[in-house]
Each structure stands twice: as structure tokens, then as C-alpha cells.
């Protein structure tokens, strides 16, 4: 059969036997045998007398396979067999044939054209029966003419007409039949080498074109051929996906081809509802190894088939957008947009349990990590950034769920490191940049001094001033000398993430020791030496990435006049409404979704949809929003915000709560992290090292309240509004605030109103005063106080002036429009979550101080200068970086007084973290394929003792002391790099 | 490969950089050419500054909190790190100035001892090349003034005729930190070959000429450069590996560096698309709306 004819085309020999062999002869031998054949042929074709074959197409038509055998009877296996053997002979003959004179056919081309050789054959199989094994042996025969063709053969009508045929009776099947695997990916092998030739050969092109316009529809059959493969898994749809993207190569040249995919074909929507689908089929709980887990690792997903088949289709999407025309691509993006992450992946972000949220969430980000085109970033990150979902931005709700205990907390870090990670300008505006943008949280003095550099390492010396007592390194030599190399870093646990470019080109210590001893016996911390190396290549990449950004961020551009939120009301919205902007690209359909009108509102007015995120500044306990501030919103809000409001109004029973407060999930997560955050107050201590900790404690919000409420109990929760050791002043007033929770109305009202005026801020927010009061106070704030005219920063419009906008979900509490300073959610939450750093387990606080270190590596100054800074005096009621590590040192120096053993315990956590890091450098020197790290590998160090890792105040200790010292290396760095003048 | 040095190698790029923006043709070409930075050697060589005394870069008194820090050693480990980035940032704001005719390179040994070379391009020292060495303070930025001293004592009413050093005190009375910076000292030692003052000179003969017989002054001045020009391509005074050195031009050697110099200009973008770390904005320019520029989806 022809398939003994394939096995052997490779082979050499064939090839030089013939090689010698003078073309004449070939071609008698070919006439020769296709004389033999043809008697054969005749003698079994029922319309010989009609003539050509070419007519009897249409009558045979496509799919009526075995009706000509079954007609005129069988044919005798000796003369096929016969047939397969000179036809055999023919093949090699044709296919070793050269190019004629100046390109003219070779003769047995010629000849084959003019006989319609092919044409004739295919009919032949047809004849008989059309089995999968001759379509099998016909796909082959093909396969190997355009593979292996020495002269161009698709150009001729006769060889391309017969191929096309064939390709169409094999599509005719159909999808749902059941084609032999073996055929199909003889189909596919087929295709992808006819793609081949296209991506090589363009003029081909039109032939195909034209050819199938001869059967009727205008059809690039190669193409409609492939879709079908698209999702497959395995090495048949990675060919078809091959051979597609050939096709989206030519497309972005020839307009022909990219005008049939986008309105010809259902590449688009099936590619992009495909996701949907394969999505669908993906785990929605995943397995959680360990506590420290928070983000899928090439380990975790190469173990699940579902998800390795996914992200192949992502990656196909990825490539398609990389390389298709942009009608093609843009058209994807829209569907991407519209028929995947708007219907499927928002639902899933707003699932009812925390575990399938948590997941979801994890997906999210593993799907942002392996998407690598500008464009479908692009679709990524407005879905995130701009769309709503019951009228809260994702955004915001990814943003709140950082605070939620359990793992779905710690994940959503996880996805805000990889969203900081792009140096995306649009994301940094919306998680940070727009409520800087007004420099409303410094003081009117302080503009000036935005970009001012900070030559003598004053911000640096101030970090470090905040290493504790207990471990400075006069106490504890920073330098444990056991180790050959003691690096510091973050990234070192994420073996996938991005920043470890970063690391390979790190200096190598040499031996001569971990500190010297500089003039007179003073320690030098060498690992400090790795903190500015990895500050200065953290900073110099972002710097580089950030050349492409629209604006510097220095506090005069974008102008800090035009962006205050009084007048952005009058300003920013018709503004906004005159922009014509189309994120994302609308599909070229019928459905064309309409745009989202919230989607136009301006960045600012936003700043009214956050109010809830006050109570994340709320270090201490805070009891319970209050019901004042929270206005009851006339929208019935989703179901399973519902849901989730009914368990959480059981969750917090004893405390009674207006139901109407629970406006979204975000509330709502919001009052269960407080409803755990208070109960190891009144719950026996030794609970916090219980074992039910480890226990699955997300299960299920929805389901069992009692069975949450009882591991809410138990779990020492870190999220960001525990109590933990605060100063004296701070428990006042907090101890003043919780009475005033038990006030209702107006008496409550009088005591803020009381409290703010003893602040001496302008009287309108509650929750400002809220804020105020809770926020420790720090030393280094008093002695930089100065004046401030307060009434600079007061609106001056009444707040009756502002006209309600159609596009605001919700009414206006009048909290924060006033140009209240606030430094946005995002800030806000990261700074609690880190003045809780030593309730935070281990991987908490990694995520918390990687991220913060990486926006410390930004090098726009209205950013820069907010986080390190640290004489920059900022409004009272804006909490500084600074401030809150200041807290955390006062935690640690309580905690050291009373504890006897705390520095024992810190030798013995930094031993157990040294071993911890180099058996990670060990697992990474293996695990990663890339063995060029530039890493000799380390030897794993075994401590001595290891500290339990619940002892979270003894990890969090050393890790604040490391951080310190990198904030330091950063702002040290900057006061070099981010003033060298850039290339001009 | 120790970080906190990272000075020297950076700086030497620094250095090529500025030279490089200010050869197009305005020198006599070629008339100088680095010496090629010596290989990293391994962390230890190079001596950090000695401490200095008071390290805490504290701006105000110290606060309580901050003294009790500087009590145990917090502060004092970290000194040469703050000493050095404070040179460095210096350093790096001399690159900014731009200022014309005068090249400065910290020393391989100390970061505190910069040397430097002066072209006088008019005037009565038209011509002149000085080579000159600038001396840090170990207490920076809360000692004197860095000190400026000329390889070889040139003619001049404030250039001590024995020592070579430039009267540089009289300009900054007091160092005030925050205010006073090292490219102010370079951008004096240039100016006063442009604007001769003869105020209470170091070199008494230079002043009197001056005012009395300015005719002499010039030929002595004239003299002076030559001397100095003669020296030119003497081995620099000071042994560094990051001293200043001229050599005669050599076209196999300098016209290849030459080369690289006008080239480099064009480098650092090749280099950052190598790198492939680019940002991502869909910012419309002057708006700060995410995705607001009108080809947002065409960007590739």
C-alpha cells in the first residue's frame, strides 16, 4: 500500500538511485506505468465514454464514496494492488523531478498536468471503497508531494483540484463523525505542510482561494479544515495550532485572507469561546498543599491536564494576537473580552465560596503571568481595571479580598505582585497614581520638595533607625557565618516569577568572610551589599520599563490643580465624555456588546465607591462600621451577595447590623475578617497554635455557619485588623471608640464631630476621624508637624452643590469627596496588612514586603517620595510607610521586653529562614530548566533547631528587620539612579 | 564585585558618557584618551573610607529615638554605605551640570579623592589642560570644603605656587550641606581662569603682576600652559588605576575608541530592547485615564 511508499520516501537512497538516472528515461517509465494504470482505470470507469473525469465530479460529489464501488461492483484486490504499485513508482518519479528550463514544468509534471493524472487517481479511490484507509493512503500520498516535491506542484490546477477534493470529502465527515485518529492526524500533518508552502509561497494563496470558489463557496477549506482542531489536545492540535498560526502570519500581509478569517469564518469566536469552554472544565477547588501555597507554579499546573490544555489555548490566543492581522486580532480580543472573561471569568471571580474565589483568583493571575502580548494584556487588564460586575470593578474587589484571612487573602497578593510586576502604567493609575496625583496626602509645602533627591541617604538612615534593639546587629552579628552566602531575597520562593531575571548576574561573595570589619571593629552588613545590588537592578529595569509611560508623576504632570477631586466633579466627567475610547476591541459581530457607560466615569470620582475601604486602615479592632457612614443603597444587590450576607449576618451575631449595610462582598469580607480578627481577644490564647489551623478553614462561606464560626475561633487570623500590642495612646483610643459603637445617632455623631475638632480637621467625615485616631502615633510625626492651612485643602463647593451622576452605583456618603487626603485602597490595605506583619504568617509577609519593595522600585517621584521619603510630612490623616513600620518596631520592642528569650528565638528563626532559603536556591538550581542562574549551588544547611512556624512575631521580627535594610538599599539607590539624566 | 563600590565601574561609563557629549569637535580630538578601567578585582581590595566620626546622616538634632539607635551601632555599620552613596549622588550631579570643559573620576582607591582634568578654552589661559585632584573630606558633608590641587601650580593669583592648590575656601566660607555641592567647587576652579581676582592671593607674584604689569602676567601665564601642555603626557601623579592619562594620538588606539564613544550615544536603546523589559501604558498623554489612547488596541 501507499503507506510502505511513505515509510521509504525519506529515504536517501531512493532519491540517489534516481539521481543518475537521465530524465528521459524517468519519463518513459512514468508514461509507461501511468499507461498501465489507466487501463486499469478504464476498465472499471462507469462513465468512460462520457470522457475526462472532470464533468463526473460533480455527479459523484463530495462524500459519495463507496456508491461507485458498490455500483459497478468490487474491484479486484490484485488490480488495485497493481494500481498502488506503479502509481507508487510514479510518485517518486514525479516527486525527484526538477524544475524545467527558466521554471517551466519538468515533463513528467507536464505531463501529469496535461493527463489529469491525479485528478483520475483520486477518483480511483474514490471508486473503491472510501475507507479510512484510503483516505489515509491518499493524504499520504499528498503529504509526501508537498513535502518533498523538488518543482512547485500546487501551482497546477490539475495536482491542486484533486488535493482540495480530497481535503473536502475529508471534511465532509465532519467534525462529529467519527473519524480514525490516524486519519486525522495524517489530515492535520497534511495541512500544516500545506500551510508550510503558503507561509513559504503566498502566491499559492489565491489558488486555494480560487480552487475552492469552483465548488461553490468561497471557502479556505486548509483553514476551515484546522478550526476544528483548535482546542485539541496533544501533538494533532499542536500541529493544527502550528499550521493555523502560519495562516495568521499570512494574514497580517494579505488583506484577502484576513478579511475571510474575520468574516467568513468562526476562528474568532470559537477560539475565544473555546476558552469558555475548556475553562469550564477546569477544577473549581483546587487542592491546597500547604499553607504557604498562594499561586499555581509550573509544578502545580503540569499536573493538571485541564488547566496544561487551557493555557495552551491561552498561548494560542497569545500567538494568534502576536502575529494575525489586526482585523483578526482585534476581532479575538473582542470575543477574548466578551465571551470569555466578561461571562465566565467574573461570575467565577464572585463565587459564593471563598475556596472557589480563592481559585478563581489563582487562575487569574497564572493566566496574566503566561500571557506575554501587549494586546491581550491589554484585554486582560481592562477587564480588570474597568469592568463591573454588579457595579464594583473587579479591581476593587480583588483589592478588598487582600484583606480577607484565609488563603483567598494571601493568593489575591499574589496577583497584585504579578499586576505590579508589568510596569503597567494604567494599573499603577488605578491602584495607586490617581490618588497621588492631587498630592493631596502631603502638605501644600511639600510639592516642592517632591523631586528634590535625597543626597546624603537621610531616608535610608531613618529605615534603618527602625531596625529594633533586639536585633541590631550589635546583638545579633547580621551575618551568620556558617553559610557560605547569605542572600537575602524575595523572589527566591516564586521560582516562576518574573524578577528572577534578576538574579543570575548576582555577585558572587567571596570567601573571605560575611562582614568586615571596617576602621574601628564596626560591622558591615554584607548582605546589605545584596539589597543595593538587587535595589539597583529592581530600579534600573523599572525605570527602563517605565520609558514607555505617558507621564513622569513628579507632582507637575499630569498637574496636581487639574486632578483635585472637587474639581475633577466639574472637570474630569464631560472631559471623560468626549473621549472616544474603545477598550477593548469590539468584535466585528452583530452582538456587539454595548459598551459599558460606567467605563467613561473618571478616575476620581471612584474615590466615592471606597468607602468602605476605611476599615482597613482600622489597625486595632474596630468594632463595627458604622451604620451612619454606610448608607443603605436602594439597588437589591446580587444574589449571591445575599448569600454571602446572610451567613455573615450570622457570622457577627451579638452585634446587630443594619442588613442594609452589606452593599457588595467586599463589605461583607470585610466584616468577617473583623468577625475573626476580634475573637482571639476573647478567646483563650492557646487556641492560636491549635491544630485546627491547619485544617481546610475556607471551606465553605455559604454552607455550615456554625462549622466557620468555630474555625474563625481558632485560627490566629492576619488580616489586617487584629489587635496586637499597641501603644498606650492607641488603646485609648480605641477603648473610646469601641464605647462609641454602642452610641446611635446624633450622641455618635456629637463624639466624632467632638473628636475632629480636637484634630483640628474641618468636620465632614466620620470615618476620617475614625482613621485619625487610629493611627498610631509616631514620634517622628510630631517633631515634623508643621503648620498646615487646613482650609486650603477644603472644597469650596458645598456639598449640596454636587449633582448626583447617573453612572455612581451608589449615593454619595460624602465621605471622601472633599479632597480628603487618602492614598487609595490599595496603599491603605498594604500598610494594615503589614502593621499586622507579626501576626502574618511567613508567606504573608513575603508577599506584603516583595510588593511594597517592588513599588518602592518605581521611580515616579509623587510614588517614590510617598514611600521612602521619610521627611516628607504628609497630612495628619494619611498614614506613611514609615509610620506603620514605626508601629510594627514598637510591637517588636514590647514583645522583646516581655519575652526573655525573644533573641534567642530571633537566631534561631533566622537559622531556620537561612535554611529555608538555600534549600529553595537548592530546589531552584534543580527544578528550573534554566541551569544557566549563575548560581553554584548551595549546600542545603541544616539549623539546628528549627522554629515552629506559627511563631509568626519571631519571623515576622527578622523579616521586618530584612525589610528595613532593603527599603534602605532602595532609597539609597534611587538617590543615584533616579536622577541620572536619561539618554537625550 | 562588592556593591558598595559600585562606583567605580559606573562611573567610569559616567565619565565616558560626558566625555563623549562634549568631543564632538571641541577639542583639539583625540588629544586624550582614557585608560581602560582595570577588571573588577575581588571584594577586599579596594579599602572603604575610613569612618568617619560622626556618620549619622541626621539632618536636625537627633531625636531620642535616633540617638538611641546611634548608641548600639545601628547607624555606625552603616556609615560607609551612606558616605558612599552621598559621593556617589554628588557624583552624579556633577554628570547632570554638564559643566563645560572639566572631566572628573573618582579614584579606584577612595571615593573620596576625585581627579580631574580642565580645558580652558579663551581667555588669558586659553589652551591650558590642568590636570587637578579633588580631596574629599572624610566627614562629608559636614566637614570643610573639598580641596582642590592642580598637578602642576599653575600662574595664577589663587593656585598656591608650591602646593598647587586652588584657594578654594574663600568661595565656601562654610560647607552647608543640602547647599553646597562638588560640581559648584569644579565650576569655580573653572571660573577663576576666566575672571582673575587677585584678593588675597596665594600666590602674591601672580596678584601683583596681575594688577601691575598684566602684559607680563600674560606671558608668564602663557609660559605656565606650556609648561603644563608639556606635561601633558607625563604618567599621572597620583598611581590609580582610574587616574587620568593622556598619550599621544595613536590612531590603531584611539581612533577604534574613537569610534565606540560617537557610537555609544546610540547604545543604550539597542541595549534596552535586548533586555526586553519594557512597560506597558495605554495612557493617553496628558490624560490619566487607563486605556485612553485612541490606538490602545493597536499597540504591539
Known sequence: MMASVVARGNQASQSTVLQGVDPETCMIVFKNHWAQVVKILEKHDPLRSVGGGVSALGGLGVGGGGLGGLRFGPIPGDEASAVQNYVEHMLFLLMEEKCGQAGAMGPILEFVVMENVMERLFLWSLRREFTDDMKLEQLKMYEMLVGQARQPLLHHKPVLRPLMMLLSACSSDGPASSTAPAVEAELVLLLHQLCCVLAKDPSVLELFFHTSEDQGAANFLIFSLLIPFIHREGAVGQQARDALLLIMALSAENHVVAKHIAENTYFCPVLATGLSGLYSSLPTKLEVRSEEWHCLHREDWQQMPALVQFLNSLEFCNAVIQVAHPSIRDQLLGYIYNGFLVPVMAPALHKLTLEEVMTTTAYLDLFLRSVSEPALLQTFLSFILLHRHDNVHILDTLVSRINVPFQLGTVSLALFRTLIGLYCEDVMLQLILRYLIPCNHMMLSQRAVLRERDCYSVSAAKFLSLTPSCCSPDIIPPPLRQLDEVVWSKTVDDDDYKAMETEKDCPQVDNSGHSCVIGSEIYMDVSYLHYLYDARSGISKCIRACQVWSAPYDGETPPPEEYQPSTLEEVGRPRAATLSRKPPPQPHHPQKPRPDPQRDSPAAPNLLELEWDDSYDAGPAQPLPEPEVTQPIPVEPPKHIQELRKNAIMLIKGAYIEESDFQNDVMVYNLVAQKDASDPIELPKAAKTSSADKQTNSDVLSDSNSHQLGQANNRPISNGLTSRSHSAEDDESKSSLQTDSNLEGEELMAQYEELIRTLGVEAGSPMKADRECQRPISPMEEEEEEEVDFTSFCPETPEGDKIPSPYTAKPRSGSRIHGIPFTGPFVSVLLSRLENMLDNSLHVNLLLTGILAQLATYPQPILRSFLLNTTTVLQPSVRSLYQVLASVKNQIEQLAVTRRDFTELLTTAQHSLLARESSLWGQDCHSQESGDKGRTKQPVVQPKTILPANRTEVYGTVLFTEFLKELAAIAQEHTILSHLPMEE | ?300
Not at chain 2, 580631596?135 to 602646593?163: E, T
Not at chain 2, 592671593?201 to 603682576?209: D, G, R, T
Not at chain 2, 582610574?242 to 577604534?256: D, M, R, V
Open chain 2, 1 to 300: 564585585m562588592v556593591r558598595c563600590i559600585i562606583s567605580a565601574g559606573d562611573l567610569t561609563v559616567f565619565v565616558g558618557v560626558s566625555l563623549q557629549q562634549r568631543s564632538d569637535g571641541e577639542e583639539p580630538s583625540g588629544q586624550g584618551e582614557h585608560r581602560a578601567s582595570p577588571a573588577r578585582p575581588p571584594f577586599g581590595k579596594k579599602q572603604l573610607p575610613s569612618i568617619p566620626k560622626n556618620t549619622a546622616p541626621v539632618t536636625k538634632p537627633p531625636s531620642p529615638a535616633s540617638a538611641a539607635q546611634s548608641a548600639n551601632g545601628t547607624h555606625a555599620s552603616y556609615g560607609p554605605f551612606y558616605l558612599e552613596y552621598s559621593l556617589l549622588a554628588e557624583f552624579t550631579l556633577v554628570i547632570k551640570q554638564k559643566l563645560p570643559g572639566i572631566y572628573v573620576q573618582p579614584s579606584y582607591r577612595s571615593a573620596l579623592m576625585w581627579f580631574g582634568v580642565i580645558f580652558i578654552r579663551h581667555g588669558l589661559y586659553q589652551d591650558g589642560v590642568f590636570k587637578f585632584t579633588v580631596y574629599i573630606p572624610d566627614n562629608y558633608p559636614d566637614g570643610d570644603c573639598p580641596r582642590v590641587v592642580f598637578d602642576i601650580p599653575v600662574f595664577h593669583p589663587l593656585v598656591d605656587p608650591v602646593s598647587g592648590e586652588l584657594d578654594v575656601r574663600r568661595a565656601f566660607t562654610k560647607w552647608r550641606r543640602n547647599h553646597n555641592h562638588i560640581w559648584q567647587v569644579l565650576m569655580y576652579a573653572r571660573t577663576v581662569f576666566y575672571k582673575i581676582n587677585t584678593m588675597e592671593p596665594l600666590n602674591p607674584e601672580a596678584a601683583v603682576l596681575y594688577d601691575k604689569d598684566v602684559q607680563l602676567f600674560k606671558s608668564k601665564v602663557v609660559d605656565s600652559v606650556k609648561l603644563c601642555n608639556s606635561h601633558l603626557f607625563d604618567q599621572p601623579k597620583i598611581d590609580d588605576p582610574y587616574a587620568i592619562s593622556f598619550s599621544p594620538w595613536n590612531p590603531t588606539i584611539h581612533e577604534e575608541a574613537k569610534e565606540r564613544m560617537f557610537t555609544h550615544k546610540r547604545r543604550p536603546e539597542d541595549h534596552h530592547k535586548g533586555l526586553q523589559v519594557t512597560g506597558l501604558s495605554w495612557v493617553k498623554p496628558g490624560s490619566t485615564q487607563p486605556f485612553s489612547k485612541e490606538d490602545s488596541s493597536l499597540q504591539t
